[in-house]
């Protein structure tokens, strides 16, 4: 996409395939998790969220799996189509202090 | 609702050249956010409102840069003079907060300004 940068980490998935995005965040007491989805020359749309006392969330054809002990956060999307290539971000949230993004994981789903 | 509006979408400016960017959010939303998204830093967070005042400017490059909220449902961030390491998507994004219950809503973005100095 024009608004993401040329080195983001790619992960390339047959269409109809899992895949499985990872995200590593910072701060060891943030209570709120959320995905974002941004495809080429838009804003950044919301997946799913988690709060920190859960650690998995299901949605539509999405999961997100919390792991507090490793400060891990993972998007996983079943059942992979074309129209779910994006740049994928994480973000983290403490209390009432604004969100902080991750650097984003493109993901290019070939059809 | 029509979700969060800005305009320009785009804008190419010579240096030195004063830049407005403006922000209409979701009606009801009582906060409010803009970030920078660069090749090399992605989102930053610039500044955001709360209630039509500013709480954290600490995001803001430089005096260069300033925004404004004179109401719940207008803000502009204004960059004098403008340099082309301003060149970067500008991104707007509203959310509601029900401080009663401490629900947060999601945050929702707008489409953005690119802005290209040259």
């Known amino acids: 996409g024009e608004s993401v940068g040329l080195h983001l980490p790619t992960l390339s998935v047959q269409e109809g395939d899992n895949s499985i995005i990872n995200c590593a965040y910072s701060?060891?007491?943030?209570?709120?998790f959320i995905w974002y989805k941004q495809e080429s020359g838009k804003g950044p749309q919301f997946i799913i969220d988690?709060?920190?006392?859960?650690d998995k969330r299901q949605g539509q054809r999405v999961t997100v799996l919390l792991n507090k002990t490793v400060k891990h956060l993972s998007l996983q999307i079943a059942a992979t189509q074309p129209g779910d290539s994006a740049v994928y971000f994480c973000?983290?949230?403490?209390?009432?202090?604004?969100?902080?993004f991750g650097k984003g994981t493109r993901l290019s789903v070939i059809a | 609702d029509a979700g969060v509006i800005q305009s320009p979408r785009h804008e190419v400016t010579e240096m030195g050249q004063e830049v407005t960017l403006r922000c209409k959010p979701i009606?009801?939303?009582?906060?409010l956010f803009w970030y920078r998204q660069t090749m090399m830093r992605g989102l930053e967070l610039l500044i955001y409102?709360?209630?039509?005042?500013?709480?954290?400017d600490s995001g803001m490059p430089e005096d260069r840069f300033s925004a404004k909220m004179p109401n719940a449902s207008f803000s502009t961030l204004k960059i004098q003079p403008s340099e082309p390491r301003d060149s970067a998507v500008y991104f707007c994004?509203?959310?509601?907060?029900?401080?009663?219950?401490?629900?947060?809503?999601?945050?929702?973005f707008g489409e953005g300004s690119r802005l290209t100095v040259l």
């Open positions: 988690i709060r920190s006392n859960m």
């Open positions: 701060n060891s007491a943030s209570d709120y």
């Open positions: 994004a509203s959310r509601f907060s029900d401080h009663r219950t401490s629900i947060t809503g999601e945050l929702f």
């Open positions: 409102f709360n209630n039509n005042v500013p709480i954290d």
């Open positions: 973000a983290e949230k403490l209390r009432n202090t604004p969100l902080v």
């Open positions: 009606s009801g939303h009582d906060y």
